[in-house]
């Protein structure tokens, strides 16, 4: 997929857009496990993947073989880049291996400090925001790739309030990204209030929200621990009332993701963004029901 048919796919007005996220695997089992994974969804009309990147590049060559093996599949893939430890010169190196391998676009990201540091430190000679990440892939692969940024509907971690964080938002656009991913969010009206906000201060591109079927109470509180992100008291009250059955928990989050697709695109959103966590089983249930 090109780059102009992947933003036609994400402004298209005839259906929501569908994407899902990979992440790299660890071991080579694991990998066997995510390709498994991805042939399962490949015919479900997902109109493309996309495939995280470690902190300080520690995924970078799993990030290219397992994203070459997805391009193989058939999916148009977004893969992401940190500026986390890396020069211009490096990251002109992935890109170039991007490029190669098929990529169809990148999300370009700032990046969460490296495991073990609690503040961000950019490169002497790299990007200290994604902004610039942004205009350097331009620069150097001038239109090849579709270039998204992460857009932060509870407010991205190191943001003093949501007028900073939306002008970080609109100056990523404005260097030339194409669309918008958000963070994952358990309310919809932190989505709508978020993409009121950036429509205010002049963001016009596909703003597609990031949903995460979650697995249980303690994974929920985990992960969204780890993202900043707020878990609803209806959500902890159904994930509760299972008590400790796993699969039931399992269920609801499969339930409050549908509930949370339906209501997104009834209202309006281009699509949805889901974090599959390289498992099949809630993402089959969750595109089944959809399809109802």
């Known amino acids: 997929?090109?780059?102009?048919?992947?933003?036609?796919?994400?402004?298209?007005?005839?259906?929501?857009?569908?994407?899902?996220?990979?992440?790299?695997?660890?071991?080579?089992?694991?990998g066997a496990k995510m390709l498994e994974v991805a042939r399962a969804l490949r015919p479900l009309g997902i109109d493309f993947a996309s495939l995280t990147y470690g902190a300080g590049g520690t995924s970078r060559d799993t990030t290219l073989a397992y994203g070459a093996e997805l391009v193989k599949l058939g999916f148009p893939l977004i893969g992401h880049l940190t500026c986390v430890g890396h020069s211009r010169a490096e990251l002109t190196e992935v890109i170039a291996g991007y490029d190669a391998?098929?990529?169809?676009?990148?999300?370009?990201?700032?990046?969460?400090?490296?495991?073990?540091?609690?503040?961000?430190?950019?490169?002497p000679e790299g990007f200290a925001h994604?902004?610039?990440?942004?205009?350097?892939?331009?620069?150097?692969?001038?239109?090849r790739f579709a270039v998204g940024v992460a857009g932060f509907?509870?407010?991205?971690?190191?943001?003093?309030?949501?007028?900073?964080?939306?002008?970080?938002?609109?100056?990523?656009?404005?260097a030339g990204a194409d669309f918008v991913t958000t963070q994952l969010f358990l309310d919809n009206e932190d989505y709508f209030r978020f993409v009121a906000r950036a429509r205010a201060a002049g963001v016009t591109v596909p703003i597609l929200p990031g949903i995460?079927?979650?697995?249980?109470?303690?994974?929920?509180?985990?992960?969204?621990?780890?993202?900043?992100?707020?878990?609803?008291?209806?959500?902890?009250?159904?994930?509760?009332?299972?008590?400790?059955?796993?699969?039931?928990?399992?269920?609801?989050?499969?339930?409050?993701?549908?509930?949370?697709?339906?209501?997104?695109?009834?209202l309006g959103a281009p699509g949805y963004h889901v974090y599959i966590l390289n498992r099949a089983e809630s993402?089959?249930?969750?595109?089944a029901a959809l399809g109802d």
């Open 1 to 30: 997929m090109s780059r102009s048919q992947l933003i036609q796919a994400l402004r298209a007005p005839a259906r929501p857009t569908v994407s899902v996220e990979f992440f790299p695997p660890k071991t080579p089992e694991a």
């Open 101 to 123: 391998a098929g990529f169809s676009g990148i999300l370009a990201l700032r990046g969460d400090p490296p495991k073990g540091q609690t503040a961000f430190t950019a490169h």
């Open 130 to 143: 994604a902004e610039g990440l942004v205009r350097h892939i331009a620069a150097v692969r001038p239109g």
């Open 153 to 174: 509907p509870e407010r991205h971690p190191d943001a003093t309030d949501d007028l900073s964080d939306t002008r970080f938002l609109a100056g990523k656009v404005s």
């Open 212 to 266: 995460m079927p979650v697995l249980s109470l303690k994974q929920a509180r985990n992960f969204c621990g780890f993202c900043k992100a707020r878990i609803p008291e209806a959500l902890v009250r159904e994930l509760e009332a299972c008590g400790d059955d796993e699969e039931a928990q399992r269920k609801v989050g499969v339930s409050w993701a549908v509930r949370q697709v339906r209501g997104l695109v009834a």
């Open 283 to 287: 993402a089959l249930e969750l595109f």
